[in-house]
């Protein structure tokens, strides 16, 4: 896939959903969240995999995470997704409307984040551009938070304590 094919360096180019940006990143809101206040960060350049990326971007990735962690912190959540979900369009409206109603009972700041990458298709990539999970989490989001991004969707059991 080329730069001109890649639907993140579409948005890039239009400014579109941007909500944070660095030097070499921007920040977005992920629009099929797992839970409200779920972003990505994305490089300008494309590439592909984290091995694609330059020694400069690999070095600054870690600011950007810490200034979007600390921007979903100061984020309405409610205001957000309702603002998102007016725009959207029928494939993703339904997504954000379940964010905004789960926000509604959240809207607090997180208490920790789940950092992710799926680097590549054999990963779960479903965009071939890199990108940085940032998924904020709250105490009492899931009974046992134990095994971090599995217990949210229930498939693993830790509740043994192996």
Request: negative net charge.
């Amino acid at each position: 896939m080329t730069e001109t094919d890649c639907f993140f360096c579409a948005e890039l180019g239009s400014a579109k959903n941007s909500v944070m940006e660095h030097e070499l990143f921007s920040v977005r809101w992920d629009l099929v969240p797992l839970v409200p206040g779920h972003a990505e960060i994305i490089p300008k350049r494309h590439v592909q995999y984290f091995d694609d990326l330059t020694d400069e971007e690999r070095s600054q990735l870690g600011a950007i995470v810490k200034d979007a962690m600390a921007m979903i912190r100061r984020t309405n959540l409610v205001d957000l997704y309702r603002n998102l979900s007016k725009g959207a369009d029928d494939r993703v409206r339904p997504y954000l409307e379940a964010a905004l109603e789960k926000s509604r009972h959240i809207n607090t700041p997180p208490d920790a984040f789940n950092h992710g990458i799926n680097d590549g298709p054999a990963a779960g990539q479903s965009v071939p551009h890199f990108h940085y999970h940032l998924i904020p989490r709250r105490e009492g989001d899931v009974a046992n938070p134990r095994g971090g991004i599995r217990r949210m969707f229930g498939e693993d059991d830790y509740s043994n304590g192996k």
